[in-house]
């Protein structure tokens, strides 16, 4: 079965600095798509970004980018020049080719300080 | 509407009731998806429907939870004879098409607590 495991519980970071939020995954697929999903406190999870593994280019997204390791099945979101409106919830998700149900992992907490 | 919207917004029942989630997508997405989020953890599939049919219910957790799409758009998940464990967030997304070709836009969900 496919997991995603996120290792870190919470984050903080500075104003204008940058963050890496980590996620690991295991799978026997070869053919699958990674996210990073936004959860605020109005609970609406929001897409930041898609990764397709086929593809050796990393994702970027404006101030937003992974680092995707797909021989060490890693995943990782880097924030650049982080905004208080980044403080939420995030979620690392995988999907398997040919499936259509998300498994998410258990969440990384931003804060962001002034 | 804009997006995925879900009634009510929050839901307190007691133990052993029966209660409806619902949820609208947005329009023209053939895709819906029903999530359970428990306290502290990442959402958990539960059903997916393509049009009218589930294609997958897979993540249903008993015979007490059910979900329908009567006409290819809203969608109620029905749970009867509740439980204190049934309390989470449910959260409804839609997508256009396949989930593996177009995002899955999530509502904002309905917080139901079983007392």
């Known amino acids: 079965a496919q997991t995603v495991t996120q290792s870190q519980p919470e984050m903080s970071v500075q104003e204008a600095e940058t963050v890496t939020l980590s996620c690991t995954y295991d799978?026997?697929?070869?053919?699958?798509?990674l996210f990073w999903y936004k959860q605020p406190p109005s609970r609406q999870m929001i897409l930041v970004i898609r990764q397709e593994a086929y593809k050796q280019q990393n994702a970027t997204e404006n101030r937003f980018s992974v680092n995707f390791q797909k021989a060490a099945k890693s995943f990782s979101l880097k924030i650049s020049d982080s905004q208080l409106g980044d403080a939420a919830m995030y979620f690392c998700a995988y999907l398997a080719d040919g499936t259509d149900k998300l498994i998410f992992g258990t969440g990384t907490r931003l804060q962001v300080f002034p | 509407g804009a997006g995925v919207s879900q009634t009510p917004s929050n839901k307190v029942t007691e133990k052993g009731k029966y209660v409806e989630l619902r949820c609208d997508p947005i329009s023209g997405h053939t895709a819906l998806y029903w999530y359970r989020q428990s306290l502290g953890q990442g959402p958990e599939f539960l059903i997916y429907f393509q049009g009218t049919g589930a294609a997958d219910d897979s993540g249903l957790p008993n015979d007490r939870f059910f979900a329908v799409r009567p006409e290819g758009s809203v969608s109620t998940l029905k749970i009867q004879r509740t439980e204190r464990g049934d309390s989470a967030v449910y959260l409804c997304a839609s997508s256009l098409d396949r989930a593996s070709t177009d995002t899955q836009y999530f509502g904002p969900g309905t917080r139901l607590t079983v007392l």
């Open positions: 799978t026997s697929e070869s053919d699958y798509y």
